[in-house]
């Protein structure tokens, strides 16, 4: 007797850990917010540019996200030349590979943006994917630190076209050159020394995320998170823990305009000319000087980078953003590329999660000065800084303030099927809506039952739909269509009490009109509801 054939196992549909689906209203919205934030930066001059989401991987280099994970970071794979191609984990790995290839052809200084998705191979947790969208701008071929005041008002001028009112965000301003002088003056300087400094650096890059406590832990022996998994420190002695500690939570005390980040009151005394606004400016620098002086005490790469800072507060106090962006000795940025001053954009905002639980959504935005990435390539100097806008982490936090609309757009204009033998009348109308410039589409499923199609209408979010059956097409008047208003019929179930009103709305939602006059009559109820597709 033959075997029974094994019934095929059903292939179980599931999503890999750290991805996420995004429907049409998640789309619409993020289309409305990338368009807001290419005005700001075309608005400065910034032009358009893409590059592939694969890069060969030492193209990369050595600046990955988190080298403690698989594939360092990143998600990596061999083609067929044998050749070792990854994803990219940012926007400006790729833009300066592509600067390198087309140099001789781009105008110097280079001013482009770019938006899309990037893929991180780390361990995912609430907030964090493994693929999310960046938007960013970047300034290739100037080493003035005006191009760096600039990504900082930028980024300003971005939040506030975003609907975030100013006193609601800051923009935090530091300097690696500064952090590279505490990490000498803890004897941490030197090639040698590279990898305990990028662990170093890491560690207060999580501040704001782990508080001092995980910071202390991940600067000593290391430190074990919520999951019970172990991540190493970088082994520092106490004496050197006790220095990095002073520097960092200077910021725990008075929040610094950047015009106070001084030292001298020559310096103060080039920022302004009020007499009374210059001692008070002096005040502030001496309570700061304490944390400053570790930095300066045996270091020219931190005294250059304050003199840079400085010149960063002088351009954006003279453009009036001083209160917008301020100076914060935690800000480092992750990735090992950044060579002079860095920034990073954080809400001040407070609300609550779906839980009801207290959320503050911290930084939404970063950057900073890169001078070694091109110039990996050229084999010459080639100064660049750029800014980055976490545009998926960011969307959530406008959602949950009420800043983005996330309602579903519109969909069609739903001409249905009454007589299944008269498709080509039906689809004719919906061309006709169509080279209008209207939304439009036939209803493509079994068209036996009316009532569906309605029904599929208004999952479609339909402004209206179209009805014309035998009635309507002999009408002696001339071929006739009966439209729905969608959007009244929705208001209308709304009125059951109010019978009146209900029985004067009644007809206005299902009117019968000519079908020469069909695509004014779908355009009044559009306007009537200012139904608008991007």
């Known amino acids: 007797m033959a075997e029974k054939p094994k019934k095929p196992q059903k292939l179980r549909a599931r999503l890999p850990r750290g991805l996420a689906d995004r429907g049409a209203a998640e789309i619409a919205a993020t289309r409305r917010m990338t368009e807001t934030i290419r005005e700001v930066f075309e608005r400065y001059g910034f032009e358009p540019v893409e590059t592939p989401a694969f890069e060969y991987t030492d193209a990369l280099g050595k600046f990955l996200p988190d080298q403690d994970r698989p594939n360092e970071g990143v998600f990596s794979f061999q083609d067929d030349d044998e050749q070792w191609i990854s994803l990219r984990y940012d926007l400006t790995a790729p833009l300066a590979r592509y600067v390198a290839e087309n140099f001789d052809h781009l105008p ?4 482009s943006y770019r938006a899309g998705y990037v893929y991180r191979n780390e361990k995912p947790g609430p907030g964090r994917f493994r693929q999310f969208m960046q938007f960013d701008a970047d300034t290739v071929g100037s080493a003035s630190p005006a191009a760096d005041a600039e990504m900082c008002m930028m980024a300003a001028d971005t939040m506030e076209a975003l609907g975030i009112p100013r006193g609601s965000y800051v923009v935090k301003v530091n300097n690696r050159k500064v952090l590279d002088g505490v990490m000498e003056s803890i004897g941490l300087g030197g090639e040698e020394n590279a990898a305990k400094r990028l662990t170093v650096l890491r ?14 832990e991940l600067l000593g022996e290391g430190r074990k998170d919520e999951s019970g998994d172990f991540t190493k420190g970088a082994g520092l002695e106490e004496s050197q823990i006790s220095k990095i500690e002073t520097f960092v939570n200077a910021r725990a005390g008075v929040q610094l ?6 030292g001298s009151r020559d310096v103060l005394e080039r920022l302004t000319d009020d007499p009374d606004k210059k001692e008070n400016e002096y005040n502030i620098a001496l309570k700061i000087w304490g944390w400053l002086r570790i930095a300066f005490e045996d270091s020219p790469l931190a005294v250059a980078g304050l003199d840079e ?3 960063i507060a002088r351009l954006v106090d003279a453009a009036g953003y001083e209160n917008r962006i301020i100076v914060d000795p ?10 002079g001053p860095v920034y990073e954009v954080e809400l001040l905002l407070d609300t609550n999660d779906e839980k009801g639980r207290p959320v503050r959504f911290g930084s939404v935005g970063g950057g900073g000065r890169y001078d070694g990435l091109v110039s990996r390539f050229r084999g010459e100097p080639v100064p660049a800084t750029g800014f980055s806008i976490g545009v998926s982490r960011l969307q959530a936090a406008l959602t949950m303030l009420g800043k983005l609309d996330t309602k579903p757009e519109f969909g069609p204009v739903v001409v249905t099927v009454f007589d299944r033998d008269r498709v080509a009348d039906y689809q004719k109308m919906v061309a ?13 499923g079994n068209p036996k039952n009316m009532g569906n199609q309605l029904k599929y209408a208004d999952k479609r979010n ?6 014309q059956g035998s009635d309507e097409k002999d009408d002696p008047a001339g071929p006739q269509v009966v439209l729905k208003d969608l ?21 206005e939602a299902q009117t019968k009109v000519p079908l020469a006059s069909l695509v004014d009559e779908v355009r009044k109820i559009l306007d009537k509801h200012n139904v608008k597709w991007n």
């Open 309 to 311: 800072l400085v010149e």
């Open 432 to 444: 006709t809506l169509r080279n209008a410039g209207i939304r439009a589409e036939l209803y493509l």
């Open 257 to 262: 305009p950047i015009f106070a980040y001084a």
């Open 487 to 507: 959007i009244l019929g929705a208001e209308l179930s709304k009125l059951e009490k109010d019978r009146d009103e209900y029985l004067q709305k009644q007809g």
């Open 108 to 111: 110097k200084p280079y001013r």
């Open 462 to 467: 339909s402004p209206c739909v179209i009805i």
């Open 203 to 216: 560690a207060i890059d999580k501040l704001d995320r782990l508080g001092a406590h995980g910071v202390r």
């Open 330 to 339: 935690s800000v480092v940025r992750g990735l090992e590329y950044y060579t």
